[in-house]
């Protein structure tokens, strides 16, 4: 069923009575061309885009639980292209080219808003590191424009430019920087992934990886035995207990973040604002909410909740920002489970089992990549070679030493 | 959250620096790349018992080797690195309160 205004109106006048689930519920087969573990984006954007690009449509995603109830279904939306270093550059590049024709190719509205983020710097050492970040976004093809304090406070009059500690001197904006609407994104994706014949199985956990002389045959899951011969590990948090299934020790400590939500609000704040020396940003989504995240809880986890020190931290990050968010009451927070790599730069490579291929490590910054994610991971799992725009996210490059250190902070999984 | 620090008692989570797994105690003796990767940037990363270093940083300034569960946020033991990361033993077992068996 192709959605579009008219058919809302349609529907409207007939009582809605014709809308139809937006994607199949299928028993699985005994066999496929290629199974996807993970119904998150990554995973629902890797079968969509290995159907769109490849012509490969006889293809499952296997969903321990239902599609969207991972992090796609809670993350603070956040959708930009401002990486520094050749390797990250060119891909979040790709990626934010894919956000800007999705609606249409997916036909679906993921309410992606363009409304623009601003990174705000506070020394003359971060304003000559952030010019140098915004040449290496316009050389790349992007947008970036230098602020300086009074042209950030002609965008947010609202924030404390005189606070002691990060006296705000200025702001790197990104016109085309923006947000979206994350469930959205997960079914629009599964929609459209569905409707070319993709098999979408959810409640199948996958328990083992079936190898034979060195090359993937299936896999094992809780509704049966499935064969193929291409296998793609995309459960983010997951991976290294996925991983182990065939075998492989990961470069991943899986970590606790946090983000947060407060009541419903008029329209308050019109960016994304980054306020990188608080670890804290946020956004106002259309309901009304300000939606707001800090760092890490900073100790390896699992929980999916976390603790009160980072609560408390990220608070008093947004005080010191703009003291006004002490006026709005918070309503919920949450905590998702991140794959941080040791560089934080994600991973899509082939492993060192034929057949068996990997998308993990995308630290907190997963949301923005999701149709780059899916498109390099579908070129890769189809051709067997790395997309040009994602050829540096090799898994063995932190043996080798080209690592993708975006922060420069070390091999520490933690730090990123 | 707290740690049970064995020099200084049950601490606020505030107090201490986590800084990894376990596997930072086996740093390689010699050069050979894959024994380096592993040590730096390979990880178990289980989902429930772990053992991972803690530093009490606003405390004793200890190392603290902490066995604990990733998935509860449970903590079963926290151990001195320079009593050999065993609880029980070594400077740990010197410190009990005074009267305790």
Redesign the interface.
């Known amino acids: 069923m192709q959605y579009s205004g008219f058919r809302v109106i349609a529907e409207g006048l007939f009582g809605n009575r014709g809308w139809k689930p937006a994607w199949r519920d299928p028993t699985p087969k005994p066999a496929y061309d290629a199974i996807i573990i993970g119904g998150g984006g990554h995973g629902l954007s890797t079968a969509y885009y290995l159907a769109k690009n490849h012509g490969l449509t006889n293809i499952a995603v296997l969903e321990k639980g239902w599609i969207g109830s991972g992090n796609i279904g809670r993350n603070t939306t956040i959708v930009r292209a401002n990486y520094f270093l050749p390797g990250n550059s060119e891909f979040y590049s790709h990626s934010l080219k894919l956000w800007e024709g999705l609606e249409a190719d997916l036909n679906y509205n993921v309410m992606h808003s363009q409304r623009g983020l601003i990174n705000l710097f506070h020394s003359d050492g971060q304003r000559d590191a952030f010019a140098r970040r915004g040449n290496a976004m316009v050389n790349q093809g992007d947008d970036a424009e230098l602020l300086d304090r009074e042209g950030v406070r002609a965008h947010l009059p609202y924030l404390d430019f005189e606070q002691t500690r990060f006296p705000i001197y200025g702001g790197l904006l990104h016109r085309r920087g923006g947000t979206a609407r994350h469930d959205a994104v997960a079914w629009g994706y599964a929609r459209a992934a569905d409707r070319r014949g993709v098999d979408l199985i959810q409640n199948c956990e996958v328990t083992g990886i079936d190898i034979e002389n060195g090359r993937v045959t299936g896999v094992q899951t809780t509704r049966g035995a499935i064969r193929a011969k291409k296998v793609g590990i995309v459960v983010a948090g997951?991976s290294?207990?996925v991983a182990a299934m065939a075998g492989l020790?990961?470069?991943?400590?899986?970590h606790i973040l946090q983000a947060f939500v407060t009541e419903g609000l008029k329209p308050v704040i019109d960016h994304v604002i980054s306020f990188g020396m608080g670890h804290f940003y946020i956004s106002q989504s259309d309901k009304g909410g300000l939606v707001f995240g800090g760092d890490l809880d900073?100790?390896?986890?699992?929980?999916a909740r976390g603790?009160l020190?980072m609560v408390e931290h990220v608070m008093e990050a947004g005080m010191t920002l703009m003291p006004m968010i002490g006026r709005a009451k918070l309503l919920r927070s949450w905590g998702g489970i991140m794959d941080m790599s040791?560089d934080g730069s994600p991973i899509i490579d082939k492993t060192p089992v034929d057949g068996l291929y990997l998308d993990c490590g995308w630290n907190y910054g997963g949301f923005k990549a999701v149709p780059a994610s899916g498109w390099t991971m579908a070129h890769l799992m189809a051709t067997d070679q790395p997309h040009e725009v994602a050829r540096r996210f090799r898994l063995n490059r932190?043996?080798t030493g080209h690592l993708l250190d975006e922060e420069g902070t070390g091999?520490?999984?933690?730090l990123h | 959250?707290r740690l049970t620090c064995p020099l200084c008692g049950p601490r606020?989570?505030?107090e201490f620096y986590?800084?990894?797994?376990a596997d930072y105690l086996n740093r390689p003796a010699g050069g050979d790349?894959?024994e380096w990767?592993?040590y730096?940037?390979?990880?178990?990363?289980?989902?429930g018992q772990?053992r991972?270093l803690?530093y009490h940083e606003t405390g004793c300034a200890q190392w603290l080797l902490v066995t604990r569960d990733?998935?509860?946020?449970s903590i079963s033991d926290v151990a001195l690195v320079a009593a050999g990361g065993a609880s029980g033993g070594g400077i740990a077992a010197k410190v009990k309160p005074e009267g305790s068996a």
């Open positions: 997951r290294s207990q020790r990961l470069p991943i400590e899986s900073f100790y390896a986890s699992y929980a603790n020190p040791p932190f043996a091999s520490q999984h933690n | 959250m606020d989570r505030r986590y800084y990894g797994a790349p894959a990767d592993a730096l940037h390979l990880r178990d990363n289980p989902a772990t991972d803690w990733t998935v509860t946020h």
